[in-house]
Every structure is written in C-alpha cells, then in structure tokens.
C-alpha cells in the first residue's frame, strides 16, 4: 500500500507568516490528493481536492501544489483561526490513507 | 445543507459487535459512493471501508477485513457498519462521509459526520 508522510509533525508560526506543509507518497499518484483541516475538537474538513483544486468557502490564502509523489500545502499569510491539524490524504485507488497530520500553532 | 449524522457507538468488550448508522441528508444518497472513516489518538486518521451508490462495489481496510461490513439502505438514506470480533486496537471515533469516488477512480471525503465513539474494553 502507499504510505502518506507529512512533514513537519508540528510547527509554530507568527500571525501573518508563509506556512508550508508537506505531504510525500511512497509511489506516484498523480494529483490524487487531497488536504484537510481539522480544528481542536471539530470535525476533519476538506479543503483542497485534486492536489490544487479549492473548495467553495475557502479562503484563498490556501493554495495546494504537486503531482506525482510531492505535495504542498501552503498558508500564504497565517491567521489566528488557521491553528489545527492539516491531513493529506491519496485516492488514486483503494485503499486510501491518510498523512500522520501536521498540528499548526501560533507563536 | 448536505449533514451526515452517525449513532451505535459505545462501550463494548473485546470480542464483542457493534452497529454503526448515519443518516444522510441534503442530498440524493443513492448517487454516493459512502465511506466509513475513524480516528485515534495514536494513529489518526484511517480510512475504514467504501460502498458504492448501488451497494455493488465495496472495499475494506486489511485491518477490518472479515470482521467489519458495510451496508447501506438507499430508501432511507442510511449507512450501516457491522463490527464484529472488536479489538482494542478499534477503538476511535468512527466517521461516516459522503465519498467522491466513482467507478472510474477514487475520491475525497466532503462533509463528514461528527462522529460516534466506539470504546473497545474489558
């Protein structure tokens, strides 16, 4: 099965920084990817689908990027209500994973 | 608004079943692959079983392979999950989403339930 590894694990950022967050896959999945935010005691949202494609509602200070087995997640100007784990997530095929997350926090 | 609302969780002794639902709503069913989805503290997200609109196409994780089954009622918009021989190990809380999946390739989870708890404990 294909494995889903983020990096980094956790990060502090300042209000206003450039965060980017990373997802690699074991093998190539084109742009099968997808992004999530889950924020403390909510439920997993989707933000990004097809590597780069944003959902309705989203703020366009998140963008995704990638194709094949790198990804990014990228928060061009981070804000107070951005802190929460960010998951990626591969659909190429069956079975689906998931990243391990990564926890965003403000320092 | 498209909602998903799951129930059947609780405390159960290993070895023991359980039986998940979602409700869904806002949206016609039956057109949606549906997926099962849980999580832990310790290992996070796992992507737990899908079936198709029609019911004629599901898929497992191997570590719920045999034990788990997924099923779906499309007249009453409900999603089900048999769990069966329950370990430890299956303890989180399970999500029901609506899946992006069709026949030709996969797909992504938008929205998600909020969630039922399933304790697995002597």
């Known amino acids: 099965d294909i494995q889903m590894t983020q990096s980094p694990s956790s990060l502090s950022a300042s209000v206003g920084d450039r965060v980017t967050i990373t997802c690699r896959a074991s093998q190539g999945i084109s742009n099968y990817l997808a992004w999530y935010q889950q924020k403390p005691g909510k439920v997993p949202k989707l933000l990004i689908q097809?590597?780069?494609t944003l959902q309705s509602g989203v703020p366009s200070r998140f963008s995704g990027s990638g194709s094949g087995t790198d990804f990014t997640l990228t928060i061009s100007s981070l804000q107070p209500e951005d802190v929460a784990t960010y998951y990626c997530q591969k659909y190429n095929s069956a079975p689906y994973t998931f990243g391990q997350g990564t926890k965003l926090e403000i320092k | 608004q498209v909602q998903l609302m799951e129930s059947g969780g609780g405390l159960v002794k290993p070895g023991g079943s359980l039986r998940l639902s979602c409700t869904a709503s806002g949206f016609t069913f039956r057109d949606y692959f549906m997926s099962w989805i849980r999580q832990t503290p310790g290992k996070g997200l796992e992507w737990v079983s899908y079936?198709?609109?029609?019911?004629?196409?599901?898929y497992y994780a191997d570590s719920v392979k045999g034990r788990f089954t997924i099923s779906r009622d499309n007249a009453n918009n409900s999603l089900f999950l048999q769990l069966n021989s329950l370990r430890a190990e299956d303890t989180a809380v399970y999500y029901c989403?609506?899946?992006?999946?069709?026949?030709?390739?996969?797909?992504?989870?938008?929205?998600w339930g909020q969630g039922t708890l399933v304790t697995v404990s002597s």
């Open positions: 079936i198709s609109g029609s019911g004629d196409s599901i």
């Open positions: 989403a609506r899946d992006f999946t069709t026949d030709w390739y996969g797909g992504w989870f938008d929205p």
């Open positions: 097809s590597a780069y």
